[in-house]
């Protein structure tokens, strides 16, 4: 059983603040990480993905992966009440059966207020 | 958007019925899946298809079959629904390739309701 887990959340900011996201991963073949945001009764919307260990940035938007730590997460800079949504992080295996295959945590539910 | 389409958005059915939904993608992407996201378990994969005609189990696919005839259309048949099938189901595509470029972009989904 492949296993992604995130902070269990909700997570409250207020508008400006920094979000840290994390989620943790239990197969260490994991290559890819990807993060999704889903607005409430919406599909889940691509924002990241990473692949090498350290820092991509976009935007207001970093994410962090440590392979050895099998440690992935998400900061949002300057957060904004438009953020507020439910946060999915995502794992591919890349070699095997499971080829093309993502494992998803249960999400992050984030709230910026005002 | 990415070119994905599902139908119908919305189904109510009763149980025992069978239901098929459908996913269309004019991006020409040789993945297509299909999810269920139930609250409490995320997003969890049905089955997937890696060519035409070529579909593969997922976690969840036990009372579920798939077919895929052409590259733009994926089919998700409930032969029997039961009220446990009650959902929301996504679609998803990815291209091919290496590792590095398999990303995967999501339809609008389809909330179903068993009765």
């Known amino acids: 059983q492949k296993e992604v887990e995130q902070n269990s959340g909700p997570l409250s900011v207020p508008e400006g603040a920094i979000a840290s996201l994390n989620c943790t991963y239990s197969?260490?073949?994991?290559?890819?990480f990807f993060w999704y945001r889903q607005y409430s009764g919406k599909s889940p919307e691509l924002i990241m993905f990473?692949?090498?260990?350290g820092d991509k940035e976009d935007g207001r938007f970093t994410a962090q992966l440590n392979k050895a730590s099998q440690y992935v997460s998400l900061l949002i800079r300057d957060s904004q009440p438009s953020d507020s949504a439910t946060y999915l992080c995502?794992?591919?295996?890349?070699?095997?059966?499971?080829?093309?295959?993502?494992?998803f945590g249960r999400g992050t539910q984030l709230t910026v207020w005002p | 958007d990415a070119g994905i389409t599902q139908s119908p958005r919305h189904k109510v059915t009763e149980t025992g019925t069978p239901v098929t939904l459908r996913c269309h993608q004019t991006?020409?992407?040789?993945?297509m899946y299909w999810y269920r996201q139930d609250p409490g378990h995320g997003l969890r994969l049905i089955h997937y298809?890696?060519?035409?005609?070529?579909?593969d189990k997922g976690e969840v696919s036990d009372g579920y079959s798939v077919s895929r005839s052409k590259t733009e259309d994926f089919l998700l048949t409930l032969e029997s629904a039961t009220s446990s099938q009650t959902s929301v189901y996504f679609c998803?595509?990815?291209?091919?390739?290496?590792?590095?470029?398999?990303?995967?972009?999501f339809g609008p989904g389809t909330r179903l309701t068993v009765t």
């Open positions: 998803a595509i990815s291209g091919s390739g290496t590792s590095g470029s398999n990303e995967q972009y």
């Open positions: 197969d260490r073949g994991s290559q890819s």
């Open positions: 990473i692949y090498s260990n």
């Open positions: 995502a794992v591919k295996q890349d070699r095997g059966s499971t080829l093309g295959r993502l494992y």
């Open positions: 991006e020409n992407h040789r993945y």
């Open positions: 298809s890696y060519g035409v005609k070529d579909t």
